[in-house]
T-cell receptor
Framework: EADIYQTPRYLVIGTGKKITLECSQT?????MYWYQQDPGMELHLIHY???????EKGDLSSESTVSRIRTEHFPLTLESARPSHTSQYLC????????????????FGDGTRLSIL | KNQVEQSPQSLIILEGKNCTLQ??????????LRWYKQDTGRGPVSLTI?????NTKSNGRYTATLDADTKQSSLHITASQLSDSASYIC?????????????FGRGTQLTVWP
C-alpha cells in the first residue's frame, strides 16, 4: 500500500478564493506529479518535480502553481479559484532520479475533488 | 500524436463471469504499458506492467497481454467479483524522455452485478 496522502478529499469553495491542495508522501520518492482528471476523461499531467526546488509544468496548461521545498511535500496552489478549475486533482510519486528513465510505477493519492461555485 | 484508446468505454457483467478489456496505442518509442485499477473516489493502483519483450503477465485473476507489433494490449479478468467494479486504465510510457512520460487512456468502467 502506497503512502501518499492528499487533503482535503473534497472542497467546495466560492470564486476568487485562494486554495492550496496538500500532497505528502512518506516513501522518500524524488519524483512527484499533479494530475487533473475530469469524469470519463484521461488524466492530464499539470505539474511535476524531480526533487527539492525542482518544478516543471506538464502537458496541460494550468493556472495553478506548485512548490517543492521538502522531498515529502508537493502542494498545489490556485491564487484565485474559478468555476473552470472544478475537477479532481490527483497527486502521485515514483522512485527514480532526474536522468533515469521513468519505468517505476507511480503511486497515487486518493485525490481532491474540487468544486468552485 | 501519441494516443491510447480503450474499449469498451463501459461494461456490465455478472459476478463470476470473465471479461476482456482492450487497449490500442500509438505511443512511440515504447517503454512499457501498465494497467491501473481506479476504484470510485480513489487514486489509480498499478495492476501489471508489460515491457516490450513480454507477451503475457498475470496478477491473480488479472492477466495482461501485449502485442508490441500491433500495439495492442488486453486485460482479462477471470471469475469476476463485486470488488472488481472499477475503472481500468491503460497507461503507456515512452522512453523518449527521462521523465518517462505517461499517456493515459480514458479507462473502461467495469460494473459487476451480483
Amino acid at each position: 500500500e502506497a503512502d501518499i496522502y492528499q487533503t482535503p478529499r473534497y472542497l467546495v469553495i466560492g470564486t476568487g478564493k485562494k486554495i492550496t491542495l496538500e500532497c505528502s508522501q512518506t516513501m522518500g520518492h524524488d519524483k512527484m506529479y499533479w494530475y487533473q482528471q475530469d469524469p470519463g476523461m484521461e488524466l492530464h499531467l499539470i505539474h511535476y518535480s524531480y526533487g527539492v526546488n525542482s518544478t516543471e509544468k506538464g502537458d496541460l496548461s494550468s493556472e495553478s502553481t506548485v512548490s517543492r521545498i521538502r522531498t515529502e511535500h508537493f502542494p498545489l496552489t490556485l491564487e484565485s479559484a474559478r468555476p473552470s478549475h472544478t475537477s479532481q486533482y490527483l497527486c502521485a510519486s515514483s522512485e527514480g532520479r532526474e536522468g533515469e528513465v521513468g519505468n517505476q510505477p507511480q503511486h497515487f493519492g486518493d485525490g481532491t475533488r474540487l468544486s468552485i461555485l | 500524436k501519441n494516443q491510447v484508446e480503450q474499449s469498451p468505454q463501459s461494461l456490465i457483467i455478472l459476478e463470476g463471469k470473465n471479461c476482456t478489456l482492450q487497449c490500442n496505442y500509438t505511443v512511440s518509442p515504447f517503454s512499457n504499458l501498465r494497467w491501473y485499477k481506479q476504484d470510485t473516489g480513489r487514486g489509480p493502483v498499478s495492476l501489471t506492467i508489460m515491457t516490450f519483450s513480454e507477451n503475457t503477465k498475470s496478477n491473480g485473476r488479472y492477466t495482461a497481454t501485449l502485442d508490441a507489433d500491433t500495439k495492442q494490449s488486453s486485460l482479462h479478468i477471470t471469475a469476476s467479483q463485486l470488488s472488481d467494479s472499477a475503472s481500468y486504465i491503460c497507461v503507456v510510457s515512452d522512453r523518449g524522455s527521462t521523465l518517462g512520460r505517461l499517456y493515459f487512456g480514458r479507462g473502461t468502467q467495469l460494473t459487476v452485478w451480483p
